[in-house]
Structure formats: C-alpha cells, structure tokens
C-alpha cells in the first residue's frame, strides 16, 4: 500500500522560511515523479511543483517560481519543498502527491497522480 507522509507545516510570518517533507513508502519510490500541489479554503487544489523520477527535470506553478524548490533523496525515499520569501497567499493546506512512472516531463496538472498524501496546513501571516 502506497502511503505519503507530510510534514513541516506550520504559521510562519511573511517573508519567512518553511522546508516541507514527504515521506513515501509501499513501492519503488525511484521510479515515480513526485510532486506538491495545494488547496486554499474556498478554492481547487492546483498544482505547485514536481520533479521526475530521476531528479532531472523540476516544473513549478509560475506563483511560486524562483521561491520554492523542490528535491528528491531517492536514497530516503523523501521529497522536500523548500519554501522562500512567503506570502500570505501561499496559505494553504500542502499535498504531496506521486505518479508519473518513468516519464520524463511532468505536466502542471493533476492527470498524472496516482496517490495522495493528508496534506499539512501552511499559515503565512502578514
């Protein structure tokens, strides 16, 4: 059973720093692209950032571009989501998300996930 763990939200000021993890278990973790995507109260869940399997290619939502970077640790089976210079638009409830097997371009939207985590809340105040 595939299962995806997140952690590291919190409430942070504007302009602050936050570094969310993902743990994923149940299969072969190194094969399948990973990704964040978020959903604020009232609103879709939309696409944040991916990375494929190998680690290569990174495609990120153009509101979070050049201030959240995503990584992969194959060795640990995690995926991080580096998160810079934060808005308050940015709140939201974090889902991590996999899929994609092998594909070496991952598309900015939900088609290619297979598997959800819970999610972690992310406050940013102003």
């Known amino acids: 059973q595939v299962q995806l763990v997140e952690s590291g939200g919190g409430l942070v000021q504007a302009g602050g720093s936050l570094r969310l993890s993902c743990a994923a278990s149940?299969?072969?973790?190194?094969?399948?692209?990973m990704g964040w995507f978020r959903q604020a109260p009232g609103k879709e869940r939309e696409f944040v950032a991916a990375?494929?399997?190998?680690?290569?290619?990174?495609y990120y939502a153009d509101s979070v571009k050049d201030r959240l970077t995503i990584s992969r640790d194959n060795t640990k089976n995690m995926v991080y989501l580096e998160m810079n210079r934060l808005k308050p638009e940015d709140t939201a409830v974090y889902y991590c998300?996999?899929?994609?097997?092998?594909?070496?371009?991952?598309?900015?939207?939900?088609?290619?996930?297979?598997?959800w985590g819970q999610g972690t809340q992310v406050t940013v105040s102003s």
């Open positions: 998300a996999t899929g994609a097997a092998f594909m070496t371009t991952i598309p900015r939207t939900a088609d290619w996930v297979d598997y």
């Open positions: 990375v494929t399997w190998s680690g290569v290619g990174t």
């Open positions: 149940g299969r072969t973790f190194s094969r399948y692209g």
